[in-house]
């Protein structure tokens, strides 16, 4: 048994380490009033519209994309209309009243001596919302009604035993906060809590505990970042393999919470395949089952599955084992272009249905794959004329209708043998059956690319008066078309109504493949030009296409989860028997409704 | 979407319909006091021990076993000792009395008119019990305290909410009924119960609903019985590939009540991984997902994994989607021998390292390899020669020692290249890296067959005095070894210090791989020659083998559940917050607590 800790050699945001948090420190690492890291934006040079991205953690990080200002501005953006955030320091000071329970914090005090606790008004507001564009909407332009009146920072699981029970006793509500990546409303505060909020962030709790090799399992805490997780995993020839979009910066305990998806779950699995235990601690006592690593148990209804998706409403989840695998020895990438999205996805279902998944394999739709193709960062004319010569065979020669085009992206995992057998084993079904076309490596990669910038994207739209989000669901394969196009209908008309003054980007990828079904992703963007009220608009607007993609067969999340935002879906979604058996748990092990988030129920 | 209905042409057991269980006809099929077919049956000539298997439907049905006796009377089994069962008929007609709350019957017969309703003693009886050696010794030898007092044959979702709505409106208790072959002591009833108990048995609630092509998943009434099931949607060139031992006979509804595990999950997957829907009725409701067919979804805690091990203590399960597969072109089995379990169990975690387990892989060890090899039916001469050949080869030129030697047994499924390639890559990589030795298909085929007679072997050696059972459990990787030899260790004292007349029977066999662990079924038998209370003796050896089991790291169950039988080892399987959890869930959903089993917590 090895005892390792996750260490990273520079300070990569707010779930690093509390240190990273106060101050000015967290200033200089991550964005206060948009997505990721300071030192990454994607800025407009206001002459020529170019699109360039800072900073040089990306792959196309310090690179000019001379391509999208053309693509995006027909649906709205203008270089020359800047919407700026307003200044954020009023608002933190603005926040800055708070309750606090006196004779809690001196019981804590004793109970708990070299714990860290701040009620900086910038560590509150940054532990009191997620990262859904009406946040960073009321972190650019509005404010929060309601945050945490304090932070504090625990460093084991038996601290926060004395936290929560403590909590409970005096009557304080606490809030638990991983990475901040929520994207459901799972942190924003109930503006009617009149109890003193504590947020319990478990940046300080970021430790893998043990690796085991025999069982190939490793015990963290559940402060771990992902990236950071998988740096320290890798550097003893392991990987765990889970990548949601967001891992630069979510915690095992948050993707536990949420359910969490990761981009290369046809390996790894999705959090509920990686899960074999974990640690919560809840008003009531710890929750852990007894026997250690369990592979598959029939002892009733599974614990580990009703902590799983829990949004923080039951407990503070502290430790948990996750699988691990070989590191692998290849990480290679493919792409494949479809004339139409109907073939793409009939190869997707194929490829499901023979259970050939790569690590990842991804369809994106039109819209996507020209956002995609613009952002292709400024090269050689060669390489333009390199280009100009497979647009040349694609559109003329085979025909493909530009304003059809899709693509596959893929990554692949494995033995180097396995993968190369792997890719040209898809690369012939897409071709021989599915219309196909093999597109690449650079493709795929780009694809890759995209998932981590495509939040960044997003806040610069802010920048420009340009709306923007995605939505995603889970949907029967039978149901996966016409949830798309009846979606994508619904978005259009309702924008039309609302009076958005140009055409609105609505577009779709289905992102993950299961045996019965697949996850689509919708990616919303409008520019808010003459509206009141945008945030207030777009938030209809989205809800409504919940409503159809609930209407017609999809899910309420496939990994977003619930939160407040799809609430008042839920009833739709698991009925109200399950709504009460959800309530029936939380009433169980909190009775006092410390965890008084209200997410979910 | 194609509407078929279950059909066999041969009744089959009390699962098949209510017909087949109402009077004479059930006495026909199935043994009242014994597992499984009346038609089958171990027999054993008193003369020279040679022991036979009656009827037509297994593979060795109607052969003769010579080399069974030797093997099995050093363990105690005398073949001049006979131990019949008392008179059965005396004992269900001393359990008649019945609590019948007649005005909730009225309302039941004006609710729904045409349901079969009986009270016939043996129909009861029948509805009152499972398949421990504890419970097939009630009925051979004791009785039962407690019986349910009517036994009702719904047809449809809809009835059953009828019934289960009234049932809750009179206080009557309710006992959901499926296949009966559960070996949790969950169907015993309560002795205390003073309120009318009624069976809703669902035996006639078993049709395909629907199939659907596209998303590969079947809409099917709980009451199917899993061989039905399979040759219904066999003959549409589908399979679900669902097959616990009990399949002949347990229902969809038993499975997903037991978290039922199917001995080809490495290809289909265990219960939990094949439903995608569910239907309860609850006394709150019915408890259904408003989307149907969902792959995955992050809507908080799953509520389809609460329903699974709810073991009937939270309402009656009717209806469930469960996944399909296109029917295989080929099944095939291969069979490996090592020299020692330590190699056998090497080679199997190297496998489920690799991830190359075919549909099932199993290993055997000594003990179970020399009773696999004693259930030979007679052979020719030619035959024989055969075996001494191999057997030459074995023992003497690859100097594998007899008393050490164990087997892994396999079944393959897939295209028939894909099989081929499959078991020789397995069977190189044993002999090339375990010191394994090819087996052939002769013993998977028998290692297979084993598994379906095993609890009629059990039954057997309840006519000759002795007493046996398995019980089963799943261990980490690195614990399996300790679990066994630990567990093996204490029957054997155990059994010494119950002053057993004859050496114990005790062996394990690995019977499913996972990524982090395994599980492991252990064979206990026993010569009762002597004992003052032979059952009460063994059930104290079991329990004190699975206190055994859990120090060492091993789980309460893999996948027989915990029922009554296991209930005292909860705490330490889930801890007192996941019991609180379990509890609030059946509060919730049965405030009234008449689904009073007293299963799980």
């Given at each position: 048994m090895n005892r390792i800790n996750v260490f990273s050699s520079q300070v990569i945001g707010p779930t690093k380490d509390a240190d990273a948090i106060a101050g000015s420190t967290k200033i200089k690492t991550v964005h206060e009033d948009a997505w990721g890291y300071k030192d990454t934006q994607f800025k407009m040079n206001p002459s020529d519209g170019c699109v360039s991205l800072s900073g040089d953690r990306y792959l196309y990080s310090g690179k000019r994309f001379p391509n999208l200002y053309p693509f995006i501005q027909k649906y709205g953006?203008?270089?020359?209309?800047a919407t700026p955030a307003k200044n954020i320091e009023a608002k933190f000071f603005d926040s800055s009243k708070s309750t606090i329970n006196e004779s809690f914090l001196e019981s804590l005090r004793g109970a708990v001596p070299n714990l860290r606790l701040s009620v900086d008004p910038k560590e509150r507001v940054m532990a009191s919302h997620g990262h859904t564009v009406q946040e960073i909407w009321a972190l650019r332009f509005g404010k929060f009604s309601r945050i945490v009146d304090a932070v504090i920072y625990p460093e084991s699981h038996e601290e926060v035993e004395k936290i929560v029970r403590l909590a409970d006793q005096f009557g304080v509500a606490v809030l638990p906060y991983g990475?901040?990546?929520?994207?459901?409303?799972?942190?924003?505060?109930?503006?009617?809590?009149k109890r003193m909020i504590l947020a319990i962030a478990v940046s300080r709790m970021n430790s893998v505990l043990t690796v085991n090799r025999e069982t190939m399992c490793v015990r963290v805490q559940a402060g771990c970042v992902g990236s950071h997780l998988e740096k320290a995993l890798g550097s003893v020839g392991l990987t765990l393999g889970h990548e949601p979009d967001s891992w630069e910066f979510s915690t095992v305990g948050g993707w536990i919470a949420t359910r969490a998806s990761g981009m290369k779950k046809n390996i790894y699995g999705n959090i509920e395949d990686l899960l074999v235990d974990v640690k919560v601690v809840t008003p009531i006592g710890t929750l852990t089952r007894g026997t250690e690593g369990i592979p598959r148990m029939s002892a009733g209804p599974d614990i580990l599955q009703m902590v799983l998706g829990s949004e923080g409403s039951f407990g503070v989840i502290t430790e948990a084992v996750l699988k691990v695998r070989p590191a692998p020895e290849a990480k290679t990438f493919g792409s494949l272009v479809f004339p139409s999205f109907e073939d793409g996805l009939r190869f997707m279902r194929e490829v499901a249905r023979r259970r050939i998944q790569p690590a990842s394999i991804r369809l994106m739709d039109n819209t996507q794959f020209l956002l995609g193709s613009s952002l292709k960062p400024e090269q050689s004319i060669f390489q333009n004329f390199l280009d100009s010569v497979i647009r040349f065979y694609v559109l003329?020669?085979?025909?493909?209708?530009p304003e059809n085009i899709c693509a596959v992206t893929m990554s692949f995992e494995g033995t180097k043998s396995d993968v190369a057998k792997h890719e040209s084993m898809l690369n012939s079904l897409a071709t021989s059956q599915f219309n196909g076309l093999v597109g690449g490596a650079g493709n795929g990669i780009r694809g890759y690319f995209l998932t981590f910038v495509i939040a960044y994207l997003r806040d610069f739209g802010l920048q420009h008066q340009f709306i923007a989000e995605s939505f995603e669901t889970s949907v029967p394969w039978d149901k996966v078309d016409i949830v798309i196009r009846e979606t994508k209908a619904q978005v259009l008309a309702d924008c039309k109504a609302a009076g958005i003054a140009h055409e609105p980007m609505i577009s779709a990828r289905v992102t993950q493949t299961y045996d019965s079904g697949a996850a689509v992703y919708f990616y919303l963007g409008m520019s808010w030009k003459g509206l009141n009220d945008p945030v207030a608009t777009y938030s209809q607007i989205e809800d409504r296409a919940r409503e159809c993609v609930m209407k017609h067969g999809?899910?309420?999340?496939?990994?977003?989860?619930?939160?407040?935002?799809?609430?008042?879906?839920m009833d739709q979604a698991v009925g109200s028997v399950g709504k009460a058996m959800i309530k029936g748990l939380k009433t169980t092990v909190d009775p006092r409704n410390i965890f008084s988030n209200g997410n979910l129920v």
């Open positions: 953006v203008d270089k020359d209309i990475g901040g990546t929520t994207v459901s409303h799972s942190l924003l505060c109930n503006p009617n809590e003329r020669v085979k025909k493909f209708d999809g899910s309420i999340s496939h990994h977003h989860g619930v939160g407040k935002i799809r609430k008042q879906f």
